[in-house]
């Protein structure tokens, strides 16, 4: 259902249907946010299933000079950050949730990556 729900919220963007609500985000303080919630969720996944071990070794964050606010559809934005935290926890083999964000401007744009930093898996939004 997920992945419906995406398909018509992306048809609707790219017809010009869903009115996007740009405000100024602190992108340091959205990442917390961000990671936190994950972090409540694969806990509250592991006192359910007690096979699956998640450990949280941190967040690091790596955003250069001039990029510290972004102005973005809040929810738009959480929606994205939220989806490569996720895959880039996801493909990792490791049980570590230590993710090392990084934004920086690559030719003209904003780049995000998400990498898990225990083993390299990496996914970027541009």
Do not use: W
């Not at 959205?30 to 006192?47: A, E, G, H, V």
């Not at 559809?73 to 490791?94: F, G, K, P, Q, V």
């Amino acid at each position: 259902m997920t992945i419906v729900n995406d398909l018509i919220e992306l048809t609707s963007l790219t017809t010009g249907k869903f009115p996007l609500q740009p405000e100024a985000i602190e992108l340091k303080s959205l990442f917390r946010q961000l990671y936190q919630q994950i972090i409540n969720k694969f806990q509250t996944i592991d006192s359910i299933e007690s096979d699956l071990l998640v450990s949280t070794s941190g967040l690091e964050l790596n955003i250069q000079s001039g990029l510290e606010i972004a102005i973005a559809d809040r929810l738009r934005l959480c929606s994205i950050i939220s989806h490569l935290m996720l895959e880039a926890i996801h493909l990792s083999s490791s049980p570590s949730i230590a993710l090392k964000i990084v934004v920086k401007n690559l030719d003209g744009c904003t780049a995000i990556t998400v990498k898990n930093d225990v083993t390299n898996t990496m996914v970027t939004a541009n």
